[in-house]
Structure formats: C-alpha cells, structure tokens
C-alpha cells in the first residue's frame, strides 16, 4: 500500500536535513541508510570528488522481472537557497513552508517517491523490470552531478526522472538547450568631476548592450535573460569595470545560436564604440531533448496514467533538469510530476496526496512494463 500518511511524514524527515548543492554528505546517508533497510545495496560515486562537494551520487540496483529493459528511476537530493533550516508546516496532507524557506519539494518529493515505491514494490513483491535508481547531487547549480555520473555503468535503457510539477499525469517529454553567458566588461577609470572624458564607463557599455538586445520571451520556444549586473564603487569615479551574466534558452538549436550571438554582438559593438573592452565566457549549459508520443517511456506512463485514471498530458519543459543528461547520454528519459507548486520560492508548498498518486503512477508505470515483458 502507498500511504499518504507515512509520505507525508518522510518528505518533512527529508526536507529537515539541509542540502545544499555541494553539501549533500547528510541526506545521502539517510538515503543509503533507508535503502539498506529495505535490503537494498547501494553505492556512492565519486561526483563529489570531482565536483568538490561532499557527496557523490547515490546508486543501487534493484534485480526484476528476466527479459524486461532496465529502467532507470532518478530524483536530485539537493535543494535551491534559501533552503536550510526548513521547518516543514503539515495541515492534512498538505505542507507549506514558515516563510522563510523553499518548502524543497524539488526535489525531496521525488526522493520520498522513490522511497515510497521501492517499500511499495518488494514489501509487497509487485512484479517490475530492473531498476536502477540513481539519487543525484548538484542538479540545482547546473547539472553537475549527473553530468559526472560514469554512464557507461550503467545498463538502463529507459528513464524517469522525479523531477515534475503538481499536475498528475503530466509528462515533461522535452527540454530547451541553455546557454549561460557572463562578461567582464573593461572601461578606464578616471575621476568624474575633475577629467570625466579621461574615463571609459563600462556601465554605459553594458546598460547599451543591454539596451539593444532581445531579452525576455522571444517567441514560444525561446527566451533570454540578463540576471545579474555589478559594477561601480563610488558616485565620482567612472567605473572601469562591469560584470554581466545572462542565459538563454530555446528547443530550437539555430534560435538558440542566433540569440547567443546577438548577445554576445551587442556587448562587443558597445565596446567598440566608446573604446572599451569585453571578454566572454559562454558555455552550452545543456543540450535539449525531445521524447516522441509513441517512444516506449512516454507510451508505458501514458497508459498507466489511463490505467488509474490520470488525464495523460505532454509538456515541453522550460529548464534543464537531469533528464537532459540522460537523453544525452542515450537513454531516453521523461519527466513525472510529483506534485510541489511555485518551486524555488518560499510560498511553495506541496499535497501528500499528489506524491503518493505519482508513486502509484509510477509502480503502474513500472507494471506495465514487467508484464510486457512475461
Ligand atoms: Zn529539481
């Protein structure tokens, strides 16, 4: 039996311990831990070697039905800032934050999912395919931990990622490519009041660039942002430095080129005229992915959704998560809700009910795909 109550109790145990990317030593004991009293092996990587964090990824294997594929099941352990000191506020089944936190549903919904599944499947020994599950660090700062995961270990041949919305029977089938981009931006420093014309202002070349370019949502599949902007030191110096970041984002590869290159134009153009200089790092965040209807992962969610009575929904993703390193990496891989709403802000807040609905989605999910295979 999934239960709600039991659900809800271990998601508030989950959120109490503090992970933040990097910092993920805690929870990934108490993940290991709570695997090795359901008899399940595990092992630790080495992603927090590589990463300089505290922990790496979290894996086990769980044997099945002979024949089936094996599937990988996979949610990320850290959470966003302001995420420590969590005090979880449980009214019925439904949990909020005390205002002044993330509530950390993303991703510790999925994580007690898993739990609640795995329970699920051998207490009461429901036939499945072989698992692999995979507890991720550093999904929140870019990916990190899957991206230094060894897929060559493992043997899966299909994904789902615990890593949705609140809406059941959601599927996230697609996500953009991303590009994050930041400028160091070199002016001349000079006093403003005595030789003002001695001075190049790097804030009046990034405020142009910044003028110029498209920013925003750019057309249905495409958007860019300039997040952050530091520079100057004092009202009577012209400021010969300015730091930029930014990031754009579109499902389409060429969109996503053009745009980059129209930012990184901009600033470059807006240097050149007033005698500046700009440097760029631009780095491809992740790659984009798109599931068909018909493809095996999408089709066994979709009928188990059918099964319980969920309204089967496509949605195309607006971020990266673990699923595109996955589908990166040759396993095709989709998105489940688990239920949280208005993630990464301290009003999020999150209904049991709906995470114990996804992990019956999911073992009806994972039945579906055992009994194809008998
Ligand atoms: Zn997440």
């Known amino acids: 039996m999934i239960d709600t109550q039991a659900m809800c109790e271990e998601f508030c145990e989950l959120v109490r311990v503090d992970s933040p990317s990097l910092q993920e030593a805690e929870i990934i004991r108490l993940l290991r831990a709570k695997l090795t009293e359901m008899g399940i092996g595990s092992q630790i990587d080495d992603a927090g070697a590589q990463l300089g964090g505290e922990a790496g990824n979290l894996i086990a294997h769980v044997p099945g039905v002979e024949g089936a594929p094996t599937v990988l099941v996979n949610a990320h352990v850290d959470t966003v800032q302001p995420g420590c000191g969590i005090s979880p506020q449980v009214d019925g089944t439904c949990i909020r934050t005390d205002g002044t936190t993330v509530l950390g549903g993303d991703d510790k919904a999925g994580c007690t999912i898993i739990l609640a599944l795995l329970r699920h499947l051998l207490d009461e020994d429901i036939a499945h395919p072989p698992l ?24 899966s041949e299909m994904g789902y990622v615990l890593d949705g919305g609140r809406t059941m029977g959601t599927i996230t089938n697609s996500a953009p490519s991303a590009y994050r981009m930041s400028w160091n931006i070199h002016g001349r420093a000079a006093h403003a009041g005595v030789c003002p014309e001695n001075g ?69 153009e807006a ?63 989709v998105i489940l809700a688990t239920g949280p709403a208005e993630v990464h802000t301290v009003d999020e807040w999150l209904d049991a009910e709906r995470m114990a609905e996804s992990a019956r989605w999911l073992t009806a999910t994972l039945g579906i795909i055992a009994a194809e295979a008998e």
């Open 200 to 268: 190049i202002s790097a804030i009046r070349i990034a405020a142009e660039a910044i003028a110029e370019m498209p920013l925003g949502r750019l057309d249905e599949i495409t958007t860019a942002n300039i997040g952050i902007v530091e520079a100057g030191k004092a009202a009577n110096v012209v400021p010969p430095l300015a730091y930029v970041r930014g990031e754009t984002r579109s499902h389409d590869a060429e969109k996503l080129e053009k745009q980059k290159d129209t930012m990184v134009n901009a600033f470059e």
């Open 271 to 333: 240097a050149r005229r007033h005698g500046g200089e700009v440097e760029a790092d631009v780095r491809l965040n992740y790659r984009s992915f798109e599931i068909d209807r018909d493809e095996p992962v999408l089709d066994y969610a979709w009928r188990a959704c059918e099964k319980l009575g969920f309204d089967p929904k496509i949605e195309r993703g607006g971020g990266g998560s673990d699923a595109n390193v996955f589908n990166e990496h040759g396993i095709p891989s």
């Open 132 to 155: 692999e599950i995979v507890f991720t660090v550093a999904e929140e700062i870019g990916l990190c931990g899957a991206y230094a995961l060894d897929h060559d270990r493992l043997d």
